[in-house]
């Protein structure tokens, strides 16, 4: 089993519709959850983190966190053409020293 | 003023070359990493250092060997390269002792396209 998963894609979806994007983990220890954007060609960005159980919420975007189900998603409200890009899940382990796991993340594409 | 630049961006060159990408931070960070990402967009921790010190050391063939003259610099020595070594190589740096903790985070350089054929 893969540390962390998620969906490939690409996944489409209607500009104004909402796009939520799906991640689980393997390790039960696991602490912080990021979500990256990364557009073709450049670097990944850090866009939401969460820590704790429950929704987090930034302007159109909202983390959800699911210790007990290992479960992290990302929904995009109205979504916009601008949000097409590639989303990274990541997962931060403690070990002895903190490391980051990224997810092979999912390709989003916003159809105007 | 970028925060955390690499050079060079582009990078062809011929199986069994030995090759070397710079990175450099001025946020004032702890700890840089190197990280792979292949063809299919997957992107792997390489190594991480704290203060000087590697940290983080993943399975990665012994040709590559990273080195940091102090906590601003990172660089990536390649050794013999293969086709399988083609992929973006990332820079990133983040702040805390032992790398990012709550409210921190990972900021990643451009990247460095490395093409070997």
């Known amino acids: 089993q893969k540390e962390v998963e998620q969906n490939s894609g690409p996944l489409s979806v209607p500009e104004g519709a909402i796009a939520s994007l799906n991640c689980t983990y393997s390790d039960r220890g696991s602490q912080s959850f990021f979500w990256y954007r990364q557009y073709s060609g450049k670097s990944p960005e850090l866009i939401m983190s969460?820590?704790?159980?429950g929704d987090k919420e930034d302007g159109r975007f909202t983390a959800q966190l699911n210790k007990a189900s290992q479960y992290v998603s990302l929904l995009i409200r109205d979504s916009q053409p601008s949000d097409s890009a590639t989303y990274l899940c990541a997962v931060m382990r403690k070990t002895s020293y903190d490391k980051v796991i990224f997810g092979p993340g999912t390709s989003l594409s916003v159809i105007p | 003023d970028t925060a955390v630049s690499q050079t060079p961006k582009y990078l062809v060159t011929q199986m069994g070359n030995d090759k070397s990408i710079k990175c450099e931070q001025n946020l004032g960070h702890d700890t840089m990493y190197w990280y792979k990402q292949d063809s299919k967009k997957f992107l792997k921790i390489m190594f991480s250092?704290?203060?000087?010190?590697?940290?983080i050391n993943e399975t990665v063939p012994n040709r590559f060997s990273p080195k940091s003259p102090d906590k601003a610099h990172l660089n990536l020595h390649i050794n013999s390269l293969e086709l399988g070594d083609s992929a973006v190589y990332f820079c990133?740096?983040?702040?805390?002792?032992?790398?990012?903790?709550?409210?921190?985070?990972?900021?990643f350089g451009e990247g460095s396209w490395l093409t070997v054929v």
């Open positions: 250092y704290n203060n000087k010190e590697l940290i």
């Open positions: 990133a740096s983040s702040q805390g002792v032992y790398g990012p903790t709550s409210g921190n985070t990972i900021y």
């Open positions: 969460i820590y704790s159980n």
